[in-house]
């Protein structure tokens, strides 16, 4: 990828190479990952402890309602990041894998409440660390 010379703010992908398809394979994953944090944050601040979540005891004992918090604001995170990817932002590449940390350990830690998610929402944050990692190899 290299730097547009009209808006410094904008990656524009090398022509001919496979990079556009990396970001938006990641932009798309992003806010997948996001929205999938979001439908689980609902569940958690909203639903009955007993008939959406999978009782357990767990080293990370939280209550259900801060693990809902904490997938709330991981998931719009990683949708505005997602959207930022989208458009080519600069910003939003370096942030993509960061979140995509944070999102990936925040779901390990939360996975007994809701292994089918937490293995969906995973599998998702790997791929788009995998994704912008290959972005941000390329050369300027």
Known sequence: ?????TDRNRLTPMAGDTSMAFSL????FLILSGSFHILLSLAALIGDDQDV???T??????NLTAWGWVHLVTGVVAVV????ILVNRRWAYVLGVIVAGI???ATF???????FWALLIIAFDILVIWALSRELQEPY
């Open 103 to 105: 999102s990936a350990v």
């Open 57 to 62: 005891r767990y080293s990370f004992d939280m």
């Open 81 to 84: 990041i997602g959207v930022g």
């Open 1 to 5: 990828m290299r730097f547009a010379p």
């Open 53 to 55: 979540m999978v009782p």
């Open 25 to 28: 394979l990641a932009g798309l």
């Open 109 to 115: 830690a939360s996975a007994p409440w809701s292994p």
